[in-house]
């Protein structure tokens, strides 16, 4: 029997798996945080680990049942990214894997959790950021620069840009007054001018700022015309990110499917406006929300990895 690890390491927990070659679920542990930019390699490591000897321990099988495991994991972004965690994943406590694993980027694993490639995924939350694999096994990512390079189209983004937009309307350049109602009021601030005082008291967080994104969504959908043209502008760009991937990987007159992840799928008005937009970017074009969580995605794609491995070695 062949065994698959699975794990989704984002930037607030983590989430490991193991999968038979049914894809069934044998057993699931949780732990986390796993970026390392924030917390550090060594801590990275150590909370990767120690899911993964959890999951194992739950499934009773130990680092040799496994046949093959892949990581997706946040803030692996570039080869220095890649070379330091892969490293740190394959020496010491976890040496037994250096053989059958497999490290990304936690974006690529997401697009596992809702079909197989040739595919795209596009996430939208905190951040944002589009991945796709065409037929011949060529990937390409747009987007995940972060906040001060990028992230356009992400949920924190367009939270900023609707404190930006009420700032401006207390200094009398636009007319927001329903969305700067509706802030002050999520902000319990009597005033517009009370923002700032709002925010050097609570100095929130960026995942904190971009919860405030479901402020202009709302608005927009009760027909705010500023908060719709905000929310306008995030679809727009993430419709640009989806497109330099389709170029990139020459797939404009293929049949594409497009997963959609992220906290701003979740509301049904954004995600139609999402689909409307691709539809008419795309001759053809199939959006498809996950069916799996993006830890069982990973499973599957080490599934993938481990197929590609044997065919390597018929041949």
């Not at 620069?145 to 309307?169: C, N, P």
């Not at 007159?253 to 997963?259: A, G, I, L, T």
Request: a neutral charge; proline letters at 2%; one cysteine or more.
């Amino acid at each position: 029997m062949n065994f698959f690890l699975g794990v989704d390491a984002g930037g607030t927990k983590i989430r490991a798996v193991i999968i038979d070659e049914a894809s069934q679920i044998k057993a699931e542990e949780v732990g986390g945080p796993a970026n390392y930019h924030n917390i550090g390699l060594k801590k990275t490591i150590t909370n990767v680990y120690r899911a993964i000897a959890g999951v194992l321990s739950k499934a009773y099988l130990s680092e040799n049942d496994i046949t093959w495991a892949t990581i997706g994991i946040a803030a692996c972004d570039s080869q220095k990214d890649h070379e330091r965690l892969f490293g740190g994943f394959t020496t010491d406590v976890m040496a037994g894997f250096a053989q059958k694993l497999t490290v990304v980027n936690d974006t690529k694993v997401a697009l596992y959790s809702g079909t197989l490639p040739p595919a795209l995924v596009v996430i939208c939350g905190t951040g944002a950021n589009v991945y796709g694999k065409n037929a011949t096994g060529t990937g390409a990512m747009a987007g995940n620069w972060g906040y001060f390079l990028g992230d356009k189209g992400s949920g924190y983004i367009l939270a900023q840009r609707m404190f930006q937009t009420i700032v401006e309307h207390h200094d009398g350049i636009i007319e927001a007054p329903f969305l700067a109602t509706k802030l002050e009021k999520k902000l319990g601030v009597k005033s517009s001018k009370d923002i700032s005082d709002w925010y050097n008291d609570a100095k929130p967080s960026i995942h904190e700022i971009s919860d405030f994104a479901k402020v202009v969504i709302d608005a927009a959908e009760t027909g705010d015309e500023v908060a719709r043209q905000l929310v306008d502008k995030t679809i727009a760009e993430l419709g640009k990110a989806l497109m330099g991937v389709v170029r990139r990987l020459k797939m404009e007159d293929e049949f594409n499917r497009v997963v959609i992840v992220g906290g701003l799928f979740e509301s049904k008005y954004f995600r139609a406006l999402f689909e409307g937009h691709v539809t008419a970017l795309l001759k053809k074009v199939r959006i498809v929300k996950p069916l799996v969580s993006a830890a069982v995605g990973a499973a599957i794609m080490a599934k993938q990895e481990w197929s590609k491995t044997l065919s390597s070695t018929e041949a």
